[in-house]
């Protein structure tokens, strides 16, 4: 719900609305409209479908079955509509809500209608729970002013209106406060406003977190102030113009994705920025669609570029430029001249250098320039040819090539066939696709370097980011007519995105529920998407779109029509795929998305899949004399060329083979993209923006309902509504809930107090409402979708009832007095008419006129006694007089005293200033001192960088050294490689003299065993030399696998330096802050002495708080051990990820090694037979062999026969085991499936345990006095069940003792429930206090120096009032002598009233003039007694505000009580954070210390490997010599005979030795694997560990840092108001002195109220006896009390006991369920290899088809075949052997889950044997004891009745005697006191000025120490690694020469003694020798 603050700013801003506001807040009067309210809840109105509006508003009328008769309320009309149609209405109260999620009826038409009204009324902005809704408004608002950005920044999402700068706000202060990286994802259609969205999310960042409002930070001295946030702004406007375009639904649509990452650093400021783009549409720079433009430079080029430009770039018209289909377009209201401009300086501001900039816009004029060129179609052929060469020449001059080379590239380029290259011509279709192929592809290379160049600009300074915000800009989901692959790929990230909504939304959901003990059973909603993206990714099994695209894209002769057959044959019947409904010629396949079906048309997909470019032109390009082109075009080995694509159907061999395996797809490439980014995304905290069009006709204000409801199909909203519907969107804090709908239940809730949780079950109880429509939280109610709507219907019919009720009572009494009203004045009327009658009657009569006159002449005889009272007036004011003499008499006395009084505060003044301006001397002296230090501490960091500048130029000199070593190596290898070259032209020679010899030696030679044996010699040699090859390749992967762990290992060293030198700098900057820390606790040490009286009684709050605190530390480690353990979880699922794609990629290279020796095998038969056909004598033989060939063929053909039957047969066997196979296979896949059923049973009763675990506990912690007093009787029970009986005797006894104990108890049980309430609470806001503790203090020093201002205007009105005081005295003193004057005349008038009695006429003058007078006079008097009751009262205003002011300064020392108390509080956690970080440090030692260790074991293997290479090298050559021996042997004519058996022999051996090694190999590269997954395990867990290190200390230091800033101006602060305290107190001494010369005067009033006081300590002393025996009772209360606490700890005790056990249980379930799982995979796994052994088979069958091809074809290879057929059948028991293990232990895996199910199911009984024990002993537990505890509760409420009346007493009491002794103590005492003070302020101001000159002096002696000694560490460590490098350096050096001139000495040697020892060498195997052993040392 909205809270209630938030509403008083709606309000006021409804008031007083702008044109900003108006479009933020809105006008939600009409929500409360009492019209609406009844209109809604008479009529039950719903939402029944409309094709025009979507839906329409109705009431229903009639219900009859399944339809409905409903009446539409605007058009009035009657419709029958079915149930299922009809959707509900929210009741008014929710018209225009903000977030969606708090509407009751959660459907499409109530989210429409809220929408809609929005819209309509300005409020384009809309939550619906974790989205934000914005439908573009297609005109500009006023609510991106800076005010706006000031108004929401720091602001929570709920306190203000809806907008995309409250949810870039949340995501930065979640980051800065969480320290977690954020991400916010904008998508929506084109047009929809992303890019717009996320320019202003830039803005707000660039405002908020500039790093321009602070200093300059030192690091980044290449940037000025705010340079980097004007160019993160300028990025857009240039990624703009050459990614953004016009389309039909948007003038700057944005043509490809991006995400934005923002970097900030430790403070929040901006550090850097990365952009990474998406799915750039590329086709559109050479075709776009009607009324549509290309990307937005051509434009600015062609209209900005001046006259220079244009003939330097070759610029044309529009109209004359091919790729520009519809000419000049121009967009309203948009100037491309202008944005030219912009566009140019936005590259000046991101420091792009003009070169660059005119390479740029030359490659942009380029682009244009390839359409202009025209081809035509040859005459008597198809191949093309360029007429016109002028567009070329164009493309050419700018791209810097020759034309020639150019044209022949593109009209007939070089196409690689076989081995040679051949120029093929092309066609008109050919080189029209190739050219439109390298615009694209040149032009998407271009924007790519934009990019990177953007970044690099972006990412200039040093600083190091802690975190990040990334803006995702993507296009949402696309549903169009024909959808090509570009739809796929957009489709397939928003699935990504929504399964990520869909996760992180319900987790939310779900952490709330928990958080509320809300039995909940966890759904993955994320799971409801995977389906479709695994239809789609999915790499095997059956394989996905993507899979079965690349896997055409290899296949020679694939077309779009073939893996369109695949895939529907491989996944027909998957759930999320379809075969076409419509017409082939228009979809291909359909695919069922989470927005809907989508048909997808698979035209050119292979094409756009490989997208291929033309091999030569790439050359050229790479070749370019222009840099920016060569730049452009470096990495040319990755393009797929135009005749792989050309050569698919040609040739099978070789249609795909890349250069160097760099060939990756469209699809890999972007899947691989995708999957980064969701990772990151994953890692970050979402915040999700859904944009909207509102219509396709850019129009303001207009709203088409089915367009949006589509958006908000394929955006996720109803998605993400379709998952609140599944649990309980709706929920109300309990009062709340009471407050509203109380009306419904009024009896159910008794009188009296009653809990808010209570009161709501009562409520829903009284309301029937069925269980599974709500749940009850720990503070809220949660209802599922429309239960509120029912509730809100029956409370308005309710207060319709209620309000008719009372409107017929009102009607009854307003009439009733009508009535009356009427009655009286009838009454009145007859009176009057009675008066009237009576006064015509006697208006005539004679005695009634004389009554008239005489009756005003009757007073005349009154005159006597009028006299007398005057006379009595007279004494009466002759005492008043007298007394008022006396008064003044009295007032005289009491000024002078006051003037005396005045002085001596005036004299002690002024020796108080003299005192202030000592100390602020002594302050000024402690500042220069200050000043002086911080002086020498500049000089020290100057010197420091210095050194450091040393260091720098000493690794300078330290790179050349090692360049020159590097130089001479380089140097060393050409005359090495000269030597080869030499030796290499001698072996040919001697291959020329042995081919004349072997000449000789074939014409002799033909006898046909020896062929044969020659032959099968020959064979053996290949194999041998294949072998050979292989090992080499191994060899050279394994030096570069050495070479690059070589430079890892460099790299990490230098990482550990640098890593180092920051740790040392931290450990200084962490012992300066020591130092400061320690200064800092003895001042306040100093202080805290003083106030440590007061801390006394608020000791045991603080402890409890503490132990509190220590409870939720542990949490919060144990949650940190959960996360670590997390984390390297992870780290272990990554590597092993690794190892499987290195074992996938060495695969594949075995399997392109076999191919390739195949390749070889068969050119080496072509060139025998071609050397055989060579010669004549070898025709005759030939003539001979076709004789014995005959003869041959018979045998063979026999042989082939039985071969055949024998082929047969082991068919049969192959299949049959293969069915067995299938058959384990599917058995395996039945018990897995019932093994993952029941793994989901155990999963769902394990939730459901936890579910009912957490609500036992809750209730535990819930549940109120009865349930906890129920548990721990229970409890005892459980204990003391022997001992029960006597128990009972014993309480009939204790009784009234349990009483005061349960009394007791309720209140401890209470205070400790509210104090665990506030820990969990003071926990929260700790952050929280501690940044307001700052504000608090600013705040409270304006207090002060408001109050000191105030004490002033005081005082002065004091003295105004004392004047007027004086001067009224005086004229009081004037008005008693004229009182004495008219004394005298009265005297005076007297004694002539005595002496003219007689003459009453000249008396009754005299009387009238002496009235007169005596009027005036006391008019006088009145008037003076006023003036000084005035007085008076002025007099008791002051002293009232004196007492004010003193109760202020009181309440002052406390907040300064409390504020060091925090200080405390602080220290304690500085400490505790200091321990954390020297906890990290070792840990970080620790961990150095093991991958020291591991680095000296690797270099230790390294060195083995070394010299098992080289002993394998020599053991190679040997191999060499001996082969050259047995060539020799074979070729000698005369030894044949013997040398076969020695032969043999030799052949044996070498075998024997070849094994030997293979297995020493294969030991080795097993050994190397294991040591390089250690060393990479341990490089991931030294950067993890590293990376933590840093973030901590990072963090640490910052908080330390801001720590010791606060305490530094706290410190100053405090300074400041002790000062400022001293000047009150002087002031105060003033004040309380005249107090107290008036308390002297006031001392006889209170002579006379000491007796009242005396009588009233006399009924005080009664009351402190009854005092005292309550005190008693009391105490003994607390004893027990104490006891039941005791008790209670105990049993809670023994319940942690309890869970722990519970928890163990738990965990054994897990431990079992990891187990089942690990089997699970071992299972998996063993399949997978079944399944590679199947494919092997399948290939062995193919390998035997290929070897019957090769009986027909080559009859002279039976003995090859008979071969290969053995090691097939060895093969084949091989893989037999392998299926019965595999069988085995499937069989072993069963038994042992088989086992886990026991032990699961033991587990089962268990608990459920314990839960049915527990229930039974509480509903035992809870009968017997319902009875005494409801009378415990009542007796318990009585005695609180009487402790409150009591303790109301005694407080009166207290208040009375406080106000009478206070008066006269506190005077006295506080003059003494603050005299007291002001002495110890002093002295101690004196110790602390003395103590800090002493811990500076020793921080600069300390300081300086260890400056030098860390310089002296630095030094020697240096030289160490300098040494150790060099050493290291010489010994690889030594090594390579030794291995090298090994290599050199042997090799010569060799060859000396083969020929030496033999004649004649075959020619063709020495050439094989030679040439390997040249390619051994490349």
């Known amino acids: 719900m909205v809270p209630p603050g938030y509403e008083q700013i709606r309000l006021r801003a409804a008031a007083t609305m702008s044109d900003a506001e108006r479009y933020l807040f809105g006008d939600r009067s009409a929500v409360s409209d009492p019209l609406a309210q009844a209109d809604w809840a008479s009529k039950k109105l719903v939402w029944v479908p409309s094709e025009k509006l979507g839906f329409e508003a109705g009431s229903v009328k009639e219900e009859k079955g399944d339809e409905c008769l409903v009446e539409l309320s605007d058009s009035g009309k009657k419709i029958k509509v079915n149930k299922d149609d009809i959707q509900k209405m929210n009741p008014p109260k929710f018209n225009k809500v903000e977030d969606m999620a708090e509407l009751t009826c959660l459907n499409e038409a109530s989210v429409l209608h809220n929408l809609k009204d929005r819209y309509y009324s300005g409020l384009i902005y809309t939550y619906s729970g ?730 005349v005889s009154r005159q006597e006694e009028e006299m007398q009272a005057k006379d009595e007036e007279l004494e009466k004011v002759k005492d008043k007089q007298q007394q008022a003499e006396q008064q003044l008499k009295e007032y005289v006395e009491k000024h002078q005293q006051l003037s005396a009084e005045k002085q001596a505060l005036q004299d002690q003044l002024q020796a108080e200033m003299e005192l202030c301006t000592e100390a602020e001397e002594m302050r000024a002296r402690l500042v220069a001192r200050q000043q002086e230090l911080e002086d020498i501490l500049h000089d020290l960091e100057a010197r420091v960088e210095e050194e450091e500048e040393r260091v720098t130029h000493l690794q300078t000199e330290k790179k050349k050294m090692q360049q020159n070593i590097t130089d001479l190596e380089q140097q060393l290898d050409e005359e090495e490689a000269a030597r080869q070259k030499l030796q290499l032209e001698k072996v040919t020679l001697d291959a020329k003299l042995k081919k004349l010899e072997e000449g000789v030696m074939v014409l002799d030679d033909q006898n046909a065993k020896l062929n044969k044996d020659k032959k099968q010699l020959e064979e053996r040699i290949a194999e041998f030399s294949s072998n050979l090859t292989e090992e080499e390749e191994k060899s050279k992967s394994l030096q570069k696998l050495k070479n690059k762990h070589e430079a890892m290992i460099t790299d990490l060293e230098d990482r550990l330096r640098r890593e180092e030198k920051s740790r040392q700098e931290l450990e200084k900057n962490r012992r300066k802050l020591e130092t400061d820390s320690t200064d800092l606790h003895d001042q306040i040490a100093e202080l805290q002495a003083q106030i440590a009286e007061l801390r006394a009684q608020l000791a045991k709050k603080e402890e409890e708080l503490q132990a509190a605190l220590a409870r939720v530390e542990q949490e919060s480690a144990l949650k940190n051990a959960a996360q670590k353990s997390i984390r390297e979880l992870e780290v272990q699922v990554a590597e092993l990820q690794e190892d499987l794609e290195i074992e996938r990629a060495a695969r594949a290279k075995a399997d392109k090694q076999k191919r390739d020796l195949s390749e070889e095998l068969e050119a080496l038969k072509t060139e025998l037979e071609d050397t055989l056909d060579s010669t004549a004598a070898q025709q005759e033989l030939r003539a001979k062999r076709e004789t014995e060939v005959t003869q041959l063929k018979k045998t063979l053909e026999e042989e082939a026969q039985s071969h055949e039957q024998l082929l047969a047969e082991m068919r049969q066997k192959h299949t049959q085991a293969f069915e067995e196979l299938n058959e384990q296979l599917e058995q395996a896949k039945r018990n897995k499936a019932s093994v993952e059923k029941a793994k989901q049973a155990l999963e769902s009763e394990r939730s459901e345990l936890q579910i009912e675990l957490k609500s036992l506990t809750q209730s535990k912690n819930d549940s109120e006095q009865r349930r906890k007093k129920a548990e721990a009787q229970l409890q005892e029970l459980q204990l003391k069940h022997g001992e029960s009986e006597r128990q009972k005797k014993e309480l009939g006894d204790k009784v009234a003792k349990m009483q005061v104990e349960m009394d007791g108890l309720s209140s401890t049980l209470s205070e400790v429930e509210s104090k665990s309430i506030k820990a969990a609470k003071d926990h929260s806001s700790v952050e929280s206090q501690l940044q307001d503790a700052q504000g608090s203090l600013q705040e409270e020093t304006r207090q002060k120096l408001a109050l000191n201002t105030r004490l002033r205007q005081l005082e002065e009105e004091q003295n105004r009032l004392k004047e007027q005081l004086e001067e009224e005295e005086e004229g009081k003193k004037s008005v008693e002598k004229q009182l004495g004057s008219a004394q005298a005349q009265l005297a005076e008038l007297r004694k002539k009233m005595e002496a003219e009695a007689q003459s009453l006429e000249s008396s009754e003058e005299g009387k009238k003039k002496l009235q007169r007078e005596f009027e005036a006079l006391n008019q006088r008097l009145e008037e003076k007694t006023s003036a000084y009751d005035k007085l008076e009262k002025t007099k008791a205003r002051l002293q009232r505000e004196l007492d004010d002011v003193l109760v202020g300064h009181d309440h002052l020392r406390q907040t300064t009580q409390e504020l060091e108390r925090k200080q405390k509080k602080f220290d304690q956690l500085l400490a505790e954070e200091k321990s954390v970080s020297a906890r990290y440090a070792e840990e970080r030692d620790r961990a150095e210390a093991e991958a020291r260790e591991k680095e000296t074991k690797a270099l230790a293997l390294t060195r083995e490997l070394e010299a098992m290479t080289d002993q394998r090298n020599e053991l190679d050559r040997a191999s060499k010599l001996l082969k050259t021996e047995m060539e020799d042997l074979v070729s000698s004519k005369d030894d044949v005979g013997k040398s076969v058996h020695e032969l043999e022999r030799a052949k044996r051996a070498l075998e024997q030795q070849m094994e030997e090694m293979k297995t020493q190999l294969e030991e080795l590269e097993d050994e190397l694997q294991l040591t390089e997954d250690a060393k990479l395990r341990l490089e991931v867990n030294l950067q993890a560990l590293k990376a933590q290190f840093d973030r901590d200390l990072q963090g640490r230091d910052e908080q330390g840092e801001e720590k010791r800033k606060q305490l530094v101006k706290q410190v100053r602060e405090m300074e400041a108001e002790l000062e400022d305290e001293k000047k009150q107190r002087s002031q105060a001494v003033s004040v309380r002195k005249k107090l107290e010369m008036d308390l002297s005067d006031l001392g006889a009033q209170i002579e006379l109220s000491n007796k009242a006081r005396d009588e009233a300590l006399r009924q005080l002393k009664k009351l402190q006896a009854q005092l005292k025996e309550q005190m008693r009772e009391l105490d003994e209360a607390r004893l027990s009390r104490d006891a039941m606490l005791n008790e209670a700890k105990e049993n809670e005790r023994k319940l942690k006991s309890l869970e722990a056990e519970n928890v163990q249980l738990h965990e054994d379930l897990a431990s079992a369920d990891r187990a089942k799982k690990q089997t699970q995979q071992e299972r998996d796994e063993l399949q997978d290899e079944l399944n590679s052994h199947n494919s092997k088979t399948s290939l062995l069958s193919e390998e035997r088809r290929k070897l019957e091809a090769r009986i027909a074809q080559l009859e002279e290879e039976l003995d090859e075949e008979q071969s290969n057929i053995e090691l097939l059948n060895d093969r084949l028991k091989k893989a037999l052997l392998q299926a019965e293990q595999s069988s085995t232990e499937l069989a072993g895996e069963r038994s042992n889950s088989q086992r886990l199910e026991g032990a699961r199911s033991q587990l089962d009984r268990q608990n459920k044997e314990l839960k049915a024990k527990l229930q039974e002993l509480e509903g035992s537990v809870k009968s017997k004891y319902k009875s005494t505890i409801t009378a415990l509760e009542a007796k318990i409420i009585q005695l609180e009745e009487q402790l409150d009346n009591e303790s109301k007493e005694k407080q009166q009491s207290v208040k009375v005697m406080r106000r009478t002794e206070k008066k006269m103590k506190e005077v006295l005492l506080q003059v003494d006191d603050e005299r007291r003070n002001s002495d110890q302020y002093k002295d101690q101001m004196e110790k602390a000025n003395t103590r800090m000159k002493l811990l500076k002096r020793q921080l600069e002696e300390a300081e300086e120490e260890t400056q030098r000694l860390n310089a002296s560490r630095r030094k020697l460590q240096r030289e160490l690694e300098d040494a150790t490098e060099a050493s290291s350096v010489m010994n690889r050096e030594v090594t390579t020469l030794k291995s090298k001139l090994r290599r050199g000495a042997d090799f010569p040697l060799n060859i000396r003694r083969g020929t030496g020892t033999r004649a004649g060498v075959d020619s063709e195997e020495d050439m094989d020798v030679t040439s390997e052993a040249s390619e051994t040392p490349e």
């Open 130 to 859: 974790l989205f934000c809704v914005v439908i573009n408004p297609y005109k500009n608002l006023p609510i991106y002013t800076e005010a706006i950005v000031e108004m929401y920044k720091g602001k929570k999402r709920h306190e203000m209106p809806p907008h995309i700068y409250a949810i870039t706000d949340t995501a930065y202060r979640s980051m800065m406060q969480d320290r977690e990286d954020q991400s916010i994802l904008c998508t929506g259609e084109s047009g929809a406003g992303k890019t717009e969205n996320t320019k202003k999310v830039i803005q707000y960042l660039a405002h908020v977190a500039s790093s321009s409002k602070t200093k300059k930070d030192p690091s980044s001295s290449s940037l000025s102030h705010g340079e980097l946030e004007r160019q993160l702004l300028q990025a857009n406007p240039i990624l703009e113009a050459f990614g953004n375009a016009k389309t039909v639904k948007n003038d700057n649509s944005s043509r490809f994705g991006k995400f934005i990452r923002i970097n900030f650093d430790v403070n929040g400021y901006i550090v850097g920025a990365n952009i990474e783009t998406y799915l750039l549409e590329k086709s559109r720079a050479i075709r776009q669609a009607k009324e549509e433009r290309t990307f937005h430079i051509f434009y600015y080029l062609l209209s900005g570029a001046g006259d220079k430009l244009r003939s330097e770039l070759c610029l044309e018209d529009f109209s004359k430029y091919r790729f520009l289909s519809n000419g000049k377009v121009t967009i309203q209201g948009q100037q491309d001249r202008d944005l030219f401009t912009e566009t140019m300086d936005a590259f000046g501001i991101m420091s792009i250098p003009e070169d660059e900039q005119t390479g740029l816009l030359k490659v942009v004029s380029a682009v244009l320039q390839l359409g202009n060129m025209s081809f035509k179609k040859e005459r008597n052929s198809d191949q093309a040819s360029m007429p016109d060469d002028t567009a070329a020449q164009k493309v050419c001059h700018l791209l810097g090539m020759s034309v020639t080379d150019f044209t022949r590239a593109i009209l007939s380029p070089r196409i690689k066939v076989g081995r040679d290259y051949v120029q093929k011509a092309q066609t008109q279709e050919q080189a029209e696709f190739a050219v439109e192929a390298l615009a694209k592809a040149t032009y998407e290379r271009l924007f790519l370097w934009l990019v990177a160049r953007i970044n690099k600009a972006l990412n200039k300074t040093k600083r190091q980011g802690a975190s990040f915000i990334g803006i995702l800009d993507i296009a949402g989901f696309e549903i169009f007519e024909l959808n090509s692959f570009e739809q796929l790929c957009i489709n397939y990230t928003n699935e990504k995105l929504q399964q990520l909504f869909n996760h992180t939304m319900f987790v939310l959901e779900q952490e709330e529920y928990q958080r509320e003990g809300i039995e909940w059973s966890f759904i993955d909603f994320g799971l409801d998407l995977q389906p479709c993206i695994d239809l789609i990714e999915r790499p095997a099994g059956p394989p996905g779109i993507l899979a079965l695209l690349d896997e055409e894209c290899w296949f020679p002769k694939a077309t779009d029509k073939t893996f369109v057959a695949k895939l529907v044959q491989e996944q027909g019947n998957h759930p999320k795929f379809q075969k076409p409904k419509k017409l082939k010629d228009d979809v291909d396949f359909c695919v069922l998305h989470y927005a809907g079906k989508v048909d997808y048309k698979a035209d050119e997909w292979l094409m756009k899949n490989m997208d291929p470019l033309n091999d030569n032109v790439t050359t050229l390009l790479n070749q370019s004399s222009d840099k920016f082109v060569c730049e452009l075009w470096k990495d040319v080995d990755r393009i797929v060329g135009l005749d792989k694509v050309a050569g698919m159907a040609d040739s099978a061999h070789g249609a795909f083979k890349t250069r160097k395996g760099m060939f990756r797809t469209v699809g890999q490439l972007y899947k691989e993209q995708l999957s980064n980014l969701m990772t990151t995304l994953r890692n970050t905290n979402p915040n999700f923006v859904r944009c909207i069009i509102p219509n396709h006709e850019k129009k303001a204000g207009k709203l088409e309902p089915h367009l949006v409801l589509e958006q908000l199909r394929c955006n996720g909203v109803l998605e993400g509504i379709r998952i609140c519907r599944q649990g309980f969107p709706n929920r109300i804090v309990f009062q709340e809930f009471r407050q509203r709908y109380e009306l419904l239940t009024p009896n159910a809730i008794p009188k009296g107090f009653m809990d808010g949780k209570q009161a709501c079950v009562l409520m829903i109880k009284a309301l029937e409402l069925d269980t599974n429509l709500y749940r009850i939280g720990q503070s809220k109610v949660f209802f599922r979708a429309g239960v509120l709507a029912h509730l809100e219907e029956e409370r308005d019919l309710k207060i319709t009832d209620v309000i008719i009720k009372f409107q017929a009572w009102c009607r009854g009494h307003v009439a009733r007095k009508a009535f009356a009203k009427r009655q009286q004045q009838l009454t009145a009327m007859r009176v009057i008419q009675r008066n009237c009658a009576a006064y015509l009657k006697l208006r005539n009569w004679q005695w009634w006129r004389l009554f008239t006159k005489v009756k005003p002449l009757l007073q």
